[in-house]
């Protein structure tokens, strides 16, 4: 189903190749250049009334999540996709930390539910079918049977 919209979208450009290059020399450049796309960020944030926490790793920035949703007493949070999270780890890093966070992204709450990572950038659950979310949910959720 993926490789059909795909397919279809590449169908109704003539230059796709050329945006695919451009997008791609765009990334490189970013990239290439981000320690001061970074900074800059920090500045302009800041200059906003934001602020900007740097981690060296994945551990240390669970500690920084951590230790602010601590200065607020928090025991609960409410996250949106984000496969940096994902990637450091980090609902399990607040578990143990006694802060339970809940997903807003139905994959993300089917991988959460499920004690599963990610298989898929774009659609993270693509690997269970309708009726393994079905008995997830009944199970996790503690639905009654469905009729």
């Given amino acids: ?10 169908a109704e450009k003539e230059d796709w190749q050329a945006l695919r290059a451009a997008g791609a020399a765009i ?3 970013a990239l290439e250049h981000l320690d001061l796309y970074l900074e800059q960020f920090e500045q302009r944030c800041t200059a906003a009334g934001g602020v900007v926490h740097w981690a060296a790793d994945a551990a240390e920035a669970c500690r920084i999540v951590a230790g602010l949703l601590r200065e607020v007493d928090a025991t609960e949070v409410i996250k949106i996709k984000s496969m940096t999270t994902a990637e450091i780890d980090l609902n399990a890093a607040l578990e143990r930390d006694g802060i ?19 298989s898929h950038i774009v659609v993270p659950a693509l690997h269970k079918n309708r009726q393994q979310v079905r008995d997830l949910f009944a199970r996790e959720m503690h639905l009654p049977p469905s009729q």
């Avoid at 189903?1 to 590449?10: C, E, G, H, N, T």
């Avoid at 992204?105 to 959460?112: G, N, P, T």
């Fill in 1 to 10: 189903m993926i490789q059909r919209k795909r397919a279809a979208l590449v």
């Fill in 27 to 29: 990334r490189s450049e």
């Fill in 100 to 118: 339970h966070a809940y997903e807003t992204d139905l994959a993300e709450l089917i991988l959460q539910l499920g004690h599963d990572r990610p």
